[in-house]
């Protein structure tokens, strides 16, 4: 890394909402099978959110985890990070939502985020830089999706894949660790029309005008996006860390497809079994799919202070991002 971060990760939480969509729900709405989702990504279930809950409420549920878990206090951050493509408004952010629903002072700074699933990798070396940089003391982190409200259930293209959770890391100032030992990002604009949600403009796609706020994707263009480009920036990251691949502890990338993620590390070099994942019970839920994973390695004691993790992010942009972190 060009400078020493003096930023680390101290703590996490996360949320799920509480009904499960499986894919035998999902034969009963489309012309699909359990058996053909399973194959072709990994996902058994996923968590959808009810009507009245929104990416606020799930945001400020995994704050709440992430508080009663590590014991710690947040009454003295600084700095709210949301990332999200499924804000509650346009504006205010969900970040402004929540430290007014926290009640926290008029100093702490807010910022969301749209870096899609890369959004998690992308904040916390927003976080980093803030905090390495003498900015920010102590960042609240969180990634956050409903994506079941910008999903279309009539297309079997996209209403396997994704889910609602959220996931929050708490990122404070160690004058004494280095938390961060690497990081590394990148993004092919051009190929925006991969993957997208309609909005105000239907550049991408006219013909899809009357289905505005609708998730649309090229399912193998991103897929072929993701199994080349993340091998490359991943060997861009170790080597920008003075790092190898035996190094990593435990591989983090995003949980969008198990077939994806087993190519990838078999091109990286480490073991699937190295690999923590979060799709096979929530789906791809975008930028939450990593801390969900690690969570879950958290809460079954996988995840070791001291372990080394390799975190990289990739979706809608198309963006990718990693960063190399000691937990
Ligand atoms: N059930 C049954 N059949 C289906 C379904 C379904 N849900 N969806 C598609 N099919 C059919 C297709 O119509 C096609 O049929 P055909 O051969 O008769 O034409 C066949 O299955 C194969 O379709 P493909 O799209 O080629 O299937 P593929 O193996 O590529 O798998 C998938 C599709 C799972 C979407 C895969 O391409 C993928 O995971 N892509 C990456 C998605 C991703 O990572 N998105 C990331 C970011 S998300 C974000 O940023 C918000």
Known sequence: ???????????????????????????????????????????????????????????????????????????????????TITPDYRTPSVSAVIQGRMNLPETVGVLDL???????VYALQVANGMITTGQSQKVLVVSVEELSKITDYTDRDTCVLFGDGAGAALVEYNQKTTGFLGTYYGSDGK???????????????????????????????????????????????????????DHIDWFVPHSANLRMIHSICDKIGISREKALTSLEYFGNTSSATIPLALWLALKDDRLKRGDKLLLYGFGGGLTHAGVIIEW
């Not at 590590?70 to 951050?77: A, C, E, G, L, M």
């Not at 991408?204 to 009357?210: A, M």
């Not at 649309?216 to 993701?226: C, P």
Request: with cysteine; aromatic share 8%.
């Open 191 to 245: 190929s925006g029309n991969k993957l997208y949600c309609t909005g105000l403009s239907d550049q991408f796609g006219p013909e899809k005008v009357d289905r505005k706020n609708y998730l649309f994707q090229d399912g193998r263009a991103v897929y072929n996006f993701a199994i080349k480009t993340i091998p490359r920036g991943i060997k861009a990251l170790l080597e920008k860390s003075d790092m190898t691949i």
């Open 1 to 83: 890394m060009d400078f020493q971060s003096r930023a680390k990760v101290t703590a996490l939480g996360a949320y799920i909402p509480e009904k499960k969509l499986t894919n035998h729900n999902l034969e009963k709405m489309v012309d699909t099978s359990d058996e053909w989702i399973i194959q072709r990504t990994g996902i058994k279930e996923r968590r959808i959110s009810d009507d009245t809950e929104f990416t606020s409420d799930l945001a400020y549920k995994a704050i709440e985890d992430l508080v009663e878990r590590f014991s710690v206090t947040i009454d003295d951050i600084d700095l709210i990070i949301v990332a």
């Open 114 to 120: 749209n870096a899609a699933c890369a959004g998690f």
